[in-house]
């Protein structure tokens, strides 16, 4: 069993930068592909980003592409997530989840696919 833990959400003016953190305890971090999602209120929760269990694929939804950019590491079975030019829009709660073993072609993934979610990190991007 995986246990995720969010963090480095916060406050940020339009036009502002923040990079959120997503740590796993338990085995296996590095075996999975991993995504991030995010919820705003009165929303579904939404796919923002997905890497595979190697780093060396990802993906992103249209609308951060350019702005957000997604990582791993690991030796410290932690990953990332930086996000750049903070628009009102992307004000939700963040949460990362792990995917599939072995998933190199994360563009392919269905949303399905992800799980054993943390319990979210606040984004609030103001005007």
């Known amino acids: 069993q995986v246990q995720l833990v969010e963090s480095g959400g916060g406050l940020v003016q339009a036009g502002g930068s923040l990079r959120l953190s997503c740590t796993a305890s338990g085995r296996a971090f590095s075996s999975y592909s991993m995504g991030w999602f995010r919820q705003a209120p009165g929303k579904e929760r939404e796919f923002v980003a997905a890497?595979?269990?190697?780093?060396?694929?990802?993906y992103y939804r249209d609308s951060v592409k350019g702005r957000f950019t997604i990582s791993r590491d690991n030796a410290k079975n932690t990953m990332y997530l930086q996000m750049n030019s903070l628009q009102p829009e992307d004000t939700a709660v963040y949460y990362c989840?792990?995917?599939?073993?072995?998933?190199?072609?994360?563009?392919?993934?269905?949303?399905?696919?992800?799980?054993?979610w943390g319990q979210g990190t606040q984004v609030t991007v103001s005007s």
């Open positions: 989840g792990r995917g599939r073993l072995l998933r190199e072609n994360v563009a392919s993934a269905p949303e399905s696919e992800y799980g054993s």
């Open positions: 890497i595979s269990w190697s780093g060396g694929s990802t």
